[in-house]
């Protein structure tokens, strides 16, 4: 009887190599490089545990999150959504070109403390440079002068009046920050893939379409 070649051999547990047993030991589970094998094995099981250990710790602090501490978790994924309708802009401030490697902010017109309602609405939010967004405090008198340059009065009026009157303060319920949350990445990784530079007129209008589609105005 012709014997096959993997007769006699177990198979490694770790490396998935096959070898020979000592002392035809059939239970043996790793082979010749057996305290290499079982190092990775026993990191492999002590990583695996830390990722669970992680995620379950995780999903216990989401349990118990308070209002602000969604808000915040919220907040970065509605300002990189800002940043990418507004690709290859300039800052909405100051007017200063924003290159690749220029640090740039999602920045409010509205300040959250002034009107807590308008904290994710995107026609409130538009790319600007860290200068202006930190350290001159948010450029209010910039923000005024470049969006009328930009988009003309009657947008600006628009953003400055019109949707303060419309979205009235009320608190976000946290059983919607989930979903929004899931939404916001998905927005995200699709103007990724899309990689567009937009024009001014576009701008807006994405702007109403996304605040649409992640409900922002019925709140």
């Known amino acids: 009887m012709i014997q096959s070649k993997n007769s006699g051999t177990n198979k490694c547990g770790c490396c998935k190599e096959r070898f020979i047993p000592f002392h035809n030991n059939s239970l043996q589970k790793y082979c010749t490089k057996y305290d ?11 990583l695996a545990k830390q990722k669970k250990e992680k995620k379950e710790t995780a999903k216990k602090k989401k349990e118990i999150m308070s ?15 800002a940043r990418l309708i507004d690709k290859n802009s300039y800052c909405m401030m100051c007017k200063i070109p924003l290159p690749p490697t220029k640090r740039k902010n999602g920045c409010h017109y509205h300040s959250v403390g ?24 948010g450029n209010i008198n910039g923000f005024d ?16 009046f019109d949707i303060v009157r ?8 946290i059983y919607e920050f989930t979903k929004l949350i899931t939404e916001a990445k ?31 105005y019925k709140f």
């Open 67 to 81: 209002h602000t501490e969604w808000q915040n978790e919220l907040q970065p994924f509605i300002n990189k959504i």
């Open 36 to 46: 290499a094998c079982i190092k990775a094995t026993v990191d492999k099981a002590v």
């Open 166 to 173: 419309l979205h009235p303060i009320i608190k976000l319920p």
């Open 114 to 137: 002034a009107n807590n309602s308008l904290r994710f609405n995107l026609i409130n939010i538009w790319i600007g440079c860290h200068k202006c967004n930190g350290e001159n405090g």
């Open 186 to 216: 998905l927005i995200i990784s699709q103007l990724e893939q899309k990689n567009k530079v937009y024009t001014i007129e576009e701008r807006v209008n994405l702007r109403h379409q996304l605040n649409q589609r992640l409900g922002i």
């Open 145 to 160: 002068v470049v969006i009328r340059e930009t988009y003309g009065n009657e947008f600006w009026e628009y953003v400055k």
